[in-house]
Every structure is written in C-alpha cells, then in structure tokens.
Nanobody, 121 residues
Framework: QVQLVESGGGLVQPGGSLRLSCAASGSIFSINYMDWYRQAPGKERELVAGIVSDGTRNYADYAKGRFTIARDLTKNTVYLQMNSLKPEDTAVYYC???????????????WGRGIQVTVSS
C-alpha cells in the first residue's frame, strides 16, 4: 500500500519556524514530483511549494524567501522548512506526490492526510 505520511506540524508563535516532513512508502518505482499544499478554513487548497525529479523548485509568492522545500531521495521524503511564520500561514498542510508505482504501469497522484500548522501568540 502506497501512502504519504506528514509530520512536524503544531503550534508556533509568529516569527517562529517549523519543519514539515512527508515520507512516501510502498512499492514506489520513482517519484516525479512532490508538493506541499495548504488549506485554511473557508479557503481553497493552494500550492505552497513543489520539487520535481530534476531538483527544480517552485514556490507560491507568499512562500518565497520564507519557505524552503527539500528532499531526500534515499528516504523518498520531502521537507518544508518554514521560517518567519505568520498567523495567515495557519492551515492544514498536505503532501502530494506523483509517483510511478510498481505493477501499475502509470503515474498516480497521492495525497497525505494533512497536518495542522497553527501560528498564534
């Protein structure tokens, strides 16, 4: 069974930092890209940052300069380092990946269950 499991969320004060992790497990042949999305109450889910197989990164405008996405290919894990956090960063953060699964023969998109990040004093 292929799954994405997020960790590292929680409560942090404004200006603080958090590091989210997302580990992909299961019969994975390759990972094409991994992303972080977020969804705040009453808002649509939005892309935060992504990283593709060649290492190219992209960020939402609000994340540039504050957030950094990185990966560990040996662990099929993607990280999101979030610095200078603001109350408006409060949301459920979701990991997303497009992967080639052994025995399936095509790319499949997977989502993690999400993890809460709350920025508040």
């Amino acid at each position: 069974q292929v799954q994405l499991v997020e960790s590292g969320g929680g409560l942090v004060q404004p200006g603080g930092s958090l590091r989210l992790s997302c580990a992909a497990s299961g019969s994975i042949f390759s990972i094409n890209y991994m992303d972080w999305y977020r969804q705040a109450p009453g808002k649509e889910r939005e892309l935060v940052a992504g990283i593709v197989s060649d290492g190219t990164r992209n960020y939402a405008d609000y994340a540039k300069g504050r957030f950094t996405i990185a990966r560990d290919l040996t662990k099929n894990t993607v990280y999101l380092q979030m610095n200078s956090l603001k109350p408006e960063d409060t949301a459920v953060y979701y990991c997303h990946a497009d992967m080639w699964i052994n025995g399936v023969g095509r790319n499949i998109n997977y989502w993690g269950r999400g993890i809460q990040v709350t920025v508040s004093s």
